[in-house]
């Protein structure tokens, strides 16, 4: 059974730092870009980050470019989020998700349950 | 940056209608696009991908169209549990951008 956990969550004051993780399991984890996606409350959902399965391509949302670090640990079948320099702004549910792809099509076929970061003094 | 506009950003219909949600995209993404179904304090579930395809499980009367820049999402016979929010998502490269989603009532 696939499964993605988020954790690292918590309340930070602006400015501050946090790292998130997703522990997966169930699936070949090298094999699989992952994203982050959060949610702020009450509002859509917004792409944050991606890694390829091998970890060597990331890409970032603009709003978090220089601020946010995507990494992974194949070896621990473990994502990494690194937040520093946060904003109010940053306040959602951040959600790992797997990506799957066949044919050229893709889509997240797994979502964890979420981890609520608030930004706040 | 492309884009994702979706419309209308809320819609209430009674059971049985036929519902459209429309998502476009400011430059053409070929069939690069996903349709989520989010119910409240629910994780997103896909339900449409490549534009088209219809997830394994989802029910038939959901359905999607469209290719390049213009896609519609359609509920062939509102039932009262497809009350949730629905986004579209491009994914052909980054960034991938999600639309601002549409929140579906039952009037």
């Known amino acids: 059974e696939v499964q993605l956990l988020e954790s690292g969550g918590g309340l930070v004051q602006p400015g501050g730092s946090l790292r998130l993780s997703c522990a997966a399991s169930g699936f070949t984890f090298s094999s699989y870009a992952i994203f982050w996606v959060r949610q702020a409350p009450g509002k859509g959902l917004e792409w944050v980050s991606t890694i390829s399965g091998s970890g060597g391509n990331t890409y970032y949302a603009d709003s978090v470019k220089g601020r946010f670090t995507i990494s992974r640990d194949n070896s621990k079948n473990t994502l990494y989020l690194q937040m520093n320099s946060l904003r109010a702004e940053d306040t959602a549910i951040y959600y790992c998700?797997?990506?799957?792809?066949?044919?050229?099509?893709?889509?997240?076929?797994?979502w964890g349950q979420g981890t609520l970061v608030t930004v706040s003094s | 940056d492309i884009q994702m506009t979706q419309s209308p950003s809320s819609l209430s219909a009674s059971v049985g209608d036929r519902v459209t949600i429309t998502c476009r995209a400011s430059?053409?993404?070929?069939?690069?696009l996903a349709w989520y179904q989010q119910k409240p304090g629910k994780v997103p579930k896909v339900l449409i991908y490549?534009?088209?395809t219809l997830q394994s499980g989802v029910p038939s009367r959901f359905s999607g169209s469209g290719s390049g820049t213009d896609f519609t999402l359609t509920i062939s016979s509102l039932q009262p549990e497809d009350v949730a929010t629905y986004y579209c998502?491009?994914?052909?490269?980054?960034?991938?951008?999600f639309g601002q989603g549409t929140k579906l009532e039952i009037k």
């Open positions: 998502h491009k994914y052909n490269s980054a960034p991938y951008t």
């Open positions: 490549a534009a088209s």
């Open positions: 430059q053409g993404i070929s069939n690069y």
């Open positions: 998700a797997k990506r799957y792809c066949t044919s050229g099509s893709c889509h997240f076929d797994y």
